[in-house]
């Protein structure tokens, strides 16, 4: 474990027992203007873990942010042992833009481990990753579906890792998906750096969702009863069913362009032929149904009321690796 007797965070330190919100500046507007990244620390007088909750490294995900606003709120980042920091918005420059992206357009998820001269993006990945990544045990990092694609709340970790599936286990997201890191992303760079990192998935852009915010703030209580660092004021609600593990998946697309009338069935298991929506077009001139193509769960729905043909709509479990949507 890495909570040390004393832990330093952008040239502060916190001693155990403490607690501080460290204002980190990176850089600042092009009106000159600061803008302010809270990082929310807590520590317990008994030595424990050093566990991380994130959200809003794309600033508009903002379900994520909600989650860890929770967290802090319901005094669940206070640790019985160990210590907790939260970042609710890492990426606030797209926060306040309710932007995905960084200001120099980069993807902040893409160019982990950063460089110290590089883009304004890059710059900031590298103070997450020199700065945070080497205190840490343990992380959650709280995601949104992008665009207008609504995500099942799910929790994304390699496949053949068994320290990752007994916190998957834990967590216990209604869905867990086994899929590859990404190359630049934080995920990929916290294994990099031995972090045992779970990637939470839940709601879409620009949205919150009460249940996908219930789901991510239960999960996280869990996780945290599991490294005996929960809050003894804390109460830990059992989950009703294991979570529900994905190895295969497809995506369905869209035959036709059109209006997309979405039948509301994420997180829904259906079977070969369910009708999931129908496309129309402006006129009334026709109205194509989107079936299932075969018996699955229903992991992601697009609901953009306008598609074109080609456009994702629907991310579906599939029990056949040979079959393939994309």
């Not at 490294?57 to 005094?75: A, F, L, P, Y």
């Not at 390699?158 to 890191?181: G, H, M, Q, R």
């Not at 249940?211 to 239960?218: D, F, L, Q, Y």
Request: net charge positive; glycine share 8%; with cysteine.
């Amino acid at each position: 474990m890495k909570n040390s007797k004393t832990l330093v965070i952008f040239g502060e330190t916190i001693l155990p027992g403490e607690s501080r919100t460290i204002n980190v500046e990176i850089a600042r507007l092009h009106t000159t203007t600061k803008l302010n990244i809270p990082i929310i620390v807590r520590r317990s007088k008994i030595d424990g873990p050093v566990v991380l909750f994130s959200a809003g490294i794309h600033g508009d995900e903002i379900n994520g942010v909600e989650i860890v606003r929770q967290i802090i709120s319901k005094k669940i980042n206070r640790p019985s042992r160990g210590t907790i920091i939260c970042i609710p918005v890492i990426n606030m420059y797209g926060f306040v833009n309710k932007s995905r992206e960084f200001p120099d357009g980069r993807d902040l998820n893409r160019v982990f481990p950063g460089r110290k001269k590089g883009s304004l993006a890059s710059r900031f990945a590298f103070h997450i990753t020199t700065q945070i990544l080497p205190i840490l045990d343990y992380a959650v990092d709280f995601h949104a579906g992008g665009a207008s694609r609504f995500n099942a709340p799910q929790i994304r970790i390699t496949e053949n890792n068994p320290e990752l599936k007994i916190l998957a286990d834990v967590f216990n997201a209604p869905f867990t998906l086994f899929s590859k890191n990404i190359a630049g992303s934080f995920r990929n760079t916290s294994e990099k750096a031995n972090v045992k990192m779970l990637l939470f998935e839940g709601g879409k852009s620009i949205d919150i969702n009460n249940i996908v915010a219930n789901e991510g703030v239960k999960g996280a209580k869990r996780l945290l009863a599991h490294l005996n660092m929960l809050n003894s004021n804390q109460i830990v609600e059992p989950f009703e069913a294991p979570t529900i593990y994905i190895k295969n998946s497809v995506w369905l697309r869209a035959k036709c362009s059109g209006l997309l009338h979405d039948f509301n069935l994420v997180g829904k298991y259906v079977q070969k032929g369910t009708i999931l929506a129908t496309i129309t077009d402006p006129f009334g001139k026709f109205e194509r149904k989107v079936k299932a193509p075969h018996d699955g769960f229903i992991i992601n729905a697009n609901h953009s009321p306008i598609v074109y043909e080609g456009d994702a709509i629907y991310h579906m479990s599939n029990t056949n690796p040979d079959y393939d949507e994309e």
